[in-house]
């Protein structure tokens, strides 16, 4: 089956109109002060996307959304990328709202799915544990049903966006095993037994660990089929990490112009040190690694939006991605030297929002792993 990767001329036009939007809303120095913050992410420019009608991008009319396709939200995570905008894009469109409309029932689906549109609904992946693996044998926080609902009890560690959150998807456990017993509840950031701590780390995203004691809840906070959550869970997170691939490929668009035009400007030696066929090669690594990607990413992204089975494409793209992130950013601090490992330079902002891209909803090799499985599986 051939495959066209270009974007069509509504898509290309939703990237620029995007591009211009995050440019203007989302400058290194509002970055820095967003980082500095206690929210994460502009408030502001969450409510402009919303009134832009690109929260519901992919939600059906019903709902009050544009009823497009996958590929339509594609673009729109690149910018996010290329401009380093933060927020809870990922969890809320890329897992959220595709979990709702797999396996959430109708009233879920009415009750969420409008109010993601609107902005007013924010929605948080819970899942990593203290073994910090990404399969269904590393879930423990336990559901345990009580006659009325289910009482949760555990930790979740790396939670996004809790306190902005209306809701959590909480992956927890239900019955023995490993992917049989997973069951997915949506829970609120609010409710009584739920403790929450912002967590250090080198992105300075709002990340947190977040602690269930006794935590009530009633059964129609399930998502999906009790003990059947593992499989829906894990589709939505590899269509998510296809998104998060776009977001490291617009990244590295701007770190490639970012890195090309210093190696023109810098000069040792009375020349530009990119006249050096070495500083050349390493500006090429970064080129290529993006363009590697992104036609990966464009390939997985053309299979889901196609209702084509793409797990196997998908893992390769998200594992290449991932490698790639880490690859081309140690590329470009190669070429800037010492002047890009000041937090000043903005360079910096980006590779420290690379480390949080190799591991959020897996690692490169936790991707493989999944190739390996379905190669095998056939």
Known sequence: MSIDIQFEDHQLQLAEAAREVFARRNTPEGLRDIEAGDVGFSLELWDEVAQLGWLGINIPEAYGGAGAGFLDLYPVFEELGQALVPGPYLDTLGLGANLLLDVGTAAQKETYLPRIVSGECILSLALLESSGGFGPTDIELRADDDGDGYLLNGTKLLVGWVPEASRMIVAARTGD??????????????????????????AAEALYEVTFENVAVARDAILGQVGQGWAPLERAMIKAAVLQGATIVGAARTVLEMT???????????????????????????????????????????????????????????????????????????????????????????????????????????????????????
């Open 177 to 202: 095993g490993g992917a049989e017993g997973i069951t997915l509840f949506l829970v609120s950031t609010n409710i009584a037994g739920l403790g929450k701590s912002r967590l250090r780390n080198i």
């Open 260 to 378: 090309n035009q210093y190696a023109k400007d810098r000069e040792q030696f009375g020349i530009p040190i990119g006249k050096n066929q070495a500083v050349q090669y390493m500006v090429s690594d970064i080129l290529i690694d993006m363009h590697r990607a992104d036609l990966l990413n464009r390939q997985a992204a053309f299979l889901i939006d196609a209702g084509k089975p793409f797990e196997r494409a998908a893992a390769i793209s998200v594992a290449f991605g991932k490698a790639a992130s880490a690859h081309f950013h140690r590329q470009a601090h190669e070429v800037h030297a010492g002047v890009a490992f000041i937090e000043e330079h903005d360079l910096t902002l980006f590779s420290k929002h690379a480390k949080y891209w190799e591991n959020n909803y897996g690692d490169a090799r936790h991707y493989r792993e999944l190739f390996a499985d379905t190669a095998f599986s056939r």
